[in-house]
């Protein structure tokens, strides 16, 4: 269903947003329309264009895969506005939009959040995060990847659990969690094992 | 355990905050029992003026930690707004409201010194907070020319500002407190603000990548510290009276053990303003447990520096055990 040409493929391993823009203003001019070409276009704004500074590059999914994560936290609490806020949150990345262009619709969304997540696990190999004793002390390759499979379970498997929203966080958790499952030989492993102790 | 860990109140509650509550009140029977007297209103009502203080002093450190740093000054900086403050209102004759809010302006001037030290400068914040420490007590000293500061006594014109720690026995200082403490709560589970503090704490470099002026943020989190060790400073001239020059640091100590005993994590990215709020509670019984024992009070320090230790300990093996 996920599957895709080779040089939409590019545009989806491409975590730059100024590159991903020449790569998509390309491609929906020469590569055939599957009928989503709207679609990527409008998720590409929703996710970099910023309207009231329009030089200024964002990623607002990409700093959705952190607000989920923070959201699980504290949503032990008043889960009523957690769920109000994931619910906005996806309607602000179009999600819901993507029923409407069909299952090409559907892919695109997968494919823009897949891409996100794949930015937020390269920003994990950076020097700053995971480091312990108020930011003296950095982490060991172990410690990290645990707290990567940590994280990767609270923005998808854990919050869906938490608030009920297994549907409409579907294509999100599969996104990220197939993003992080390509990103190392032992993540799948260690996914499967954390969300087995964290089974409620 | 295990059972008892997974059921919805405990999960609702959080397994920490419980224990934390029971070793409160398992403290206070230790000690009562300790003690050969059931701890009264009295030791109640002395454990709670160190618990206003100390409070405002916990719940601006939260912030700083939760974004992954440290503020050491926070003890002196409180000092300094009282020494300041008080030399203002009894030397210079400044109305009472002026130096009070001069209280918390010297806060929020060294929150601010803070912030573009750590976020703007990229200071490492455990040096920073450091050199601030002295600054504090520097310019404590040298404004007050290494003399204490003497607030008015009570029933003195001008001590009204003691109402910030109790009024005809009402404890308002808690109440302070606890209205503080719910604003600091809302503000870092349900707002935007919070919501970049912990995000900074937890993957700084994703924030950044998101469009988010970290460094912003990060500094506003120094600069909420800041200010409320100047809150602090007005509940700590209430109950003190007296500042002395060259004092503060032991309640770095106290406010960050709250911190970490609550719950909040010491890598960033995990706050807990109740737990912190509990975290007060024990260390402020602790203290005054220790002197109805009979012990010295300079053993508190030695306790102290054990449960800051275990409470570190017991943070790196449940961020292990949560991995």
């Known amino acids: ?27 929906c001019m020469t590569e055939p329309d599957d009928g989503a070409n709207d679609y990527r276009r409008m998720l590409f704004r929703a996710r970099h264009v910023d309207e009231k500074q329009p030089g200024r590059v964002v990623d607002r999914f990409l700093f959705n895969c952190l607000n989920f994560a923070q959201i699980w936290s504290s949503a032990k609490w008043f889960r009523k506005y957690a769920r109000r806020e994931t619910l906005q949150t996806l309607d602000a990345m179009l999600a819901g939009r993507a029923g409407e ?10 494919w823009e959040i897949r891409n996100a997540a794949a930015r937020y696990l390269k920003t994990c190999e950076s020097s700053g995060y995971n480091r312990s004793l108020f930011g003296m002390i950095a982490s060991g390759d172990e410690s990290r990847a645990e707290r990567v499979c940590r994280d990767v379970w609270r923005m998808s498997e854990g919050l869906a659990e938490r608030l009920d929203l297994r549907g409409q966080l579907r294509l999100w958790n599969r996104a990220v969690q197939d993003a992080y499952f390509m990103s190392d030989p032992g993540a799948q492993r260690r996914f499967e094992e954390y969300c087995e102790k964290n089974q409620s | 355990m295990e059972n008892f860990k997974n059921l919805p109140i405990v999960k609702k509650l959080g397994f920490n ?14 000690f009562s029992l300790g003690s050969g007297r059931m701890l009264g209103q ?58 009070l809010i001069m209280c918390v302006v010297v806060g929020m001037i060294f929150g601010v010194f803070n912030g573009i030290l750590v976020a703007f400068m990229g200071l490492p914040s455990f040096i920073s907070s450091m050199a601030s420490m002295m600054l504090a007590k520097g310019v404590g000293s040298v404004f007050t020319h290494v003399q204490n500061s003497n607030w008015p006594a009570s029933g003195a014109p001008n001590s009204g500002y003691k109402y910030f720690v109790s009024y005809n026995g009402i404890p308002t200082g808690l109440i302070f407190l606890l209205v503080v403490t719910i604003i600091c709560s ?41 200010t409320l060790a100047g809150i602090a400073a007005i509940t ?24 970490v005993m609550g719950g909040t994590s010491m890598a960033g990215g995990v706050a807990s303003i109740g737990g912190t709020f509990i975290g007060v509670l024990i260390i402020s019984l602790l203290r005054v447990g220790i002197q109805a024992m009979g012990f010295r009070p300079d053993y508190q320090y030695i306790i102290t520096g ?14 292990a055990r949560k991995k």
């Open chain 2, 186 to 226: 809302i503000l870092l589970n349900k707002t935007l603000i919070g919501r970049y503090i912990l995000c900074i704490g937890s993957n700084r470099e994703a924030v950044r990548l998101s469009g988010v002026d970290t460094r912003k943020w990060e500094a506003l989190a120094y600069v909420i510290c800041g």
């Open chain 2, 236 to 259: 700590y001239v209430g109950v003190i009276t007296q500042v002395q020059p060259g004092l503060g640091d032991e309640f770095n100590n106290n406010a960050i053990a709250s911190c």
């Open chain 2, 42 to 99: 009295s030791d109640l009502m002395n454990a709670l003026n160190m618990v206003d203080y100390l409070g405002f002093l916990a719940l601006g450190v939260t912030f700083v930690i939760a974004t992954g740093g440290i503020d050491f000054s926070i003890g002196p900086v409180m000092v300094c707004s009282g020494l300041i403050a008080g030399r203002l209102l009894v030397t210079f004759g400044w109305p009472l409201w002026l130096a």
């Open chain 2, 17 to 30: 905050r419980i224990i934390l509550v029971l070793v409160l009140i398992a403290m206070y029977f230790i």
């Open chain 1, 1 to 27: 269903m996920f599957e895709q040409s080779a040089r939409w493929n590019e545009y989806y391993r491409e975590l730059e947003p100024a590159r991903r823009r020449e790569l998509l203003d390309q491609l």
């Open chain 2, 306 to 319: 054990i449960i800051v230790a275990l409470a570190v300990f017991a943070d790196i093996r449940s961020s």
């Open chain 1, 101 to 110: 262009y069909g299952e090409a619709g559907e892919r695109a969304f997968y």
